[in-house]
């Protein structure tokens, strides 16, 4: 993903080529609850994967989203909003031009792993150049409570 402008907000990392910006960390909010908005490119997928820390709410903001949770897949449009629940596997891959989204989880803690796996992306208008290791993301994923249970969802 190539933004139009430079990255002004210091609190985004670029996630692979997603740019994710964390708009609440839960050091504000006791540990409650966390807010991070993601930019994501046409075709970004993670591989299915289970939280045990936390729900996850997906808002779609733009774009369409392909979700797959408990065996069902479905599109996810502007304005909908997908729960997650601790201990559901799940997976989504944007199936529009880009998508953008705010993720919620509760308890906070999830944001962390964004800021210590991302790359800094103020003053950058691209993603760094890198390739997906699942190796690297099994390793974080034990680090924060969740485990990655199956491949990426595929166009």
Excluded: K, N
């Excluded at 692979?16 to 994501?40: H, N």
């Excluded at 800094?120 to 485990?147: D, K, N, Q």
């Amino acid at each position: 993903m190539v933004m139009d402008e430079t990255v002004a907000d210091e609190s985004a990392v670029w996630f692979g080529d997603a740019l994710m910006t964390v708009r609440v960390d839960g050091g504000v909010t006791g540990g409650s609850v966390s807010v991070v908005e993601a930019r994501l490119p046409a075709g970004y997928s993670t591989p299915a994967h289970t939280h045990f820390r936390e729900d996850e709410i997906f808002v779609v903001l733009e774009g369409r989203i392909r979700c797959r949770q408990e065996g069902h897949e479905f599109v996810a449009g502007p304005g909908d909003v997908v729960h997650r629940p601790l201990g559901q596997p799940h997976a989504y891959r944007v199936e529009s031009d880009g998508a953008r989204a705010l993720l919620v989880f509760a308890p906070a803690g999830h944001e962390r792993f964004y800021l210590e796996a991302g790359v800094p992306a103020y003053g950058t208008s691209e993603p760094p150049v890198a390739e997906y290791s699942a190796e690297e993301a099994a390793a974080m994923a034990e680090r924060f409570g969740y485990e990655v249970v199956g491949p990426r969802l595929e166009a």
